[in-house]
C-alpha cells in the first residue's frame, strides 16, 4: 500500500491532487518552511521531533520525543509533518527510521486530550493531521523503517504500519494493535485497510472487532511486525536492516508499486461504493421512519 501510493504520488497528477485534498498537504508547511541539510551529519530539532541525519549513508533517525508516551497531538502530528517534508525534500536522504526516546512507549496513539472537548476547528484540523501523518509516510518515496522500542498501541500501531518494515523490542511487558473497539471507538476504515494490507483480512477483523493487543511475539507471529530483537538492539538492528533495503535499485521498488497500485486503486472504489450504499440505506431508514 505505501508503494502505492508512492506510485501515484510520482505518477498519477489527478490522485495526487485527490490525496493531497483528503490530506490538507501543506497544512505543516505553512507553519514553518522547510530547510535542506547542509552538512555531512547533521542533527535538527522541534520541541517535540528530533532528526539525526547521516549523509554519508542517507539515512535518517526520527526521534519521537514528546513525553510522556508520544501521544499524537495535533502540534506533535505537525512536527512531525514538517521533519518528514524537510527531509523528503532533501534528495540525499533516502532512509528514514523513526524511534522513540519515551521509555517503554513507541507512541501511545492520537492524543485523546486532543479529542475531546475542542471546538469544531480543532478537531476537523486535528483530524486532518492525522490523515496528513498517514499519507505521507506510507507516500513517502525514502524507506522507512519503525523501530518499534515500546508499546504501539492504536494511531502508534498505525504509524508504524505505515513503514515499510517493523522492528519491535522483544519484551512480553509492551504491546502493539489497534484497540479502538476496546475504547468503544470504530477505527476509520483507512485504519482498517493499513491493516489488511499488513497481516492480512481474517487477521484484521480478529483484531479490530475484539480490540485485540497484540504481545511481541503475538504480533511477530501475525506479521504485525517483522523481526523481534533484544530491547537494546531495536535501533541498531533498525539501522542495518536499512542497509539492506537502500541495496536495492529504486526501479525494481517502482515496479511493486504498480502491483500495490492496482490493489489500492480496487479498495478505494470498494470503499467509495460501500460508503455510497451506506448512504442510501441510512436515507431509506429515514424516510421509513418518517412515514
Ligand atoms: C478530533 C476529532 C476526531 C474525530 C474522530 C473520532 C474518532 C475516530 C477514532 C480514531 C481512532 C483512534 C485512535 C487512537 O489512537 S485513540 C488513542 C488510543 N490509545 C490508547 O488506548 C493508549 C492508552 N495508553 C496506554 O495504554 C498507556 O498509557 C501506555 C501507552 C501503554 C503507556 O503506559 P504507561 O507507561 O504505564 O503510562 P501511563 O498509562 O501511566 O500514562 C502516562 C501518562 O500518559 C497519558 N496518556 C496515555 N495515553 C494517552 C493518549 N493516547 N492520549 C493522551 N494522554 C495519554 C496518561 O493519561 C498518563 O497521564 P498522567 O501522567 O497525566 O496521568
Known sequence: ??????????????????????????????????????????????????????????????????????????????????????????????????????????????????????????????????????????????????????SSPAGGCLLSMTCDYRIMADNPRYSIGLNETKLGIVAPFWFKDTMVNTVGHRATEMALQLGLLYSPAEALKIGLVDQLVHEDQVLTTATETMTKWLAIPGILNISYTCHFFHLWCCNLVCTICSCVCQVIAAKKIHLSQDF
Open 1 to 150: 500500500m505505501k508503494m502505492a501510493l508512492r506510485a501515484c504520488l510520482r505518477t498519477k497528477p489527478g490522485l495526487t491532487a485527490l490525496l493531497s485534498q483528503l490530506s490538507c498537504s501543506g497544512h505543516a508547511a505553512a507553519r514553518r518552511a522547510p530547510a535542506l541539510v547542509a552538512q555531512r551529519s547533521s542533527s535538527s530539532t522541534s520541541q517535540k521531533i528530533k532528526v539525526d541525519f547521516d549523509q554519508s549513508s542517507g539515512v535518517a533517525v526520527m526521534h519521537m520525543q514528546s513525553p510522556p508516551v508520544n501521544s499524537l497531538s495535533l502540534e506533535f502530528l505537525t512536527d512531525v509533518c514538517i521533519a518528514l517534508e524537510k527531509l523528503e525534500m532533501d534528495k540525499s536522504c533516502r532512509g528514514l527510521v523513526v524511534t522513540s526516546s519515551q521509555p517503554k512507549v513507541f507512541s501511545a496513539g492520537l492524543d485523546i486530550l486532543d479529542m475531546y472537548g475542542k471546538s469544531p476547528e480543532h478537531c476537523a484540523e486535528f483530524w486532518k493531521a492525522v490523515q496528513e501523518m498517514w499519507l505521507k509516510f506510507y507516500g513517502s518515496n525514502m524507506i522507512t523503517i519503525a523501530a518499534v522500542n515500546g
